[in-house]
């Protein structure tokens, strides 16, 4: 289960968020999978670098913690992850693909805004996603991990988005009254 859906505020999942970001240089957020989308994990920090942000989708949470954990300091320090560029990590073959901007606009990185200090200039980060290229041709055929492709206007990802705004707009709220 998500913290959220196990009772802790969208506050205090914020604060622990951001004191991770600033203790570290990056955080990462996983997303549960649920009956109409697969889960998925995203960092929060390689922005700062000039790297785009990694998401990895339908990986166990634990592999998606531990390339995270191995990639993101390498990233910070300066290791560029080029699309079209394959890497090996954790005994697997990745590839690195782009990231669609709708994926972006449809609330991909839900939680990036409200943990990265950020200005107009990056309100929008670009994102590369891990593709371990074992399922790389059943991602093409089906489409479900591809997220190169634009976004669907209706589904899991506008949802996710509004849900956010609308957690971020009650916290807000909260705090003025």
Not at 40 to 59: F, N, Q, S
Not at 73 to 90: D, F, H, K, M, Y
Not at 127 to 144: C, H, K, P
Request: charged share 30%; hydrophobic share 35%.
């Amino acid at each position: 289960m998500c913290n959220l859906c196990d009772g802790t505020s969208f506050e205090d999942q914020r604060r622990s968020l951001q004191q991770r970001f600033h203790e570290l240089g990056w955080t990462s957020v996983f997303v549960e999978p649920d009956e109409r989308s697969l889960g998925y994990g995203y960092t929060i920090g390689m922005t700062r670098v000039g790297r785009p942000e990694l998401v990895l989708v339908d990986e166990p949470p634990e592999v998606v913690a531990r390339v995270f954990e191995t990639l993101a300091p390498q990233i910070l320090a300066g290791r560029t992850l080029e699309t079209g560029t394959r890497l090996e990590l954790l005994g697997r073959s990745w590839s690195v693909l782009p990231i669609h901007r709708s994926q972006v606009r449809a609330g991909l990185l839900a939680w990036w805004p409200d943990v990265f200090p950020h200005c107009s200039c990056h309100s929008e980060p670009a994102a590369v996603q891990l593709i371990d290229d074992e399922v790389r041709a059943s991602a093409d055929d089906e489409g479900t991990r591809r997220l190169d492709q634009p976004a669907r206007p209706a589904g899991r990802a506008g949802t996710r988005a509004e849900r956010r705004r609308q957690e971020r707009a009650d916290a807000k709220r909260r705090r003025q009254g």
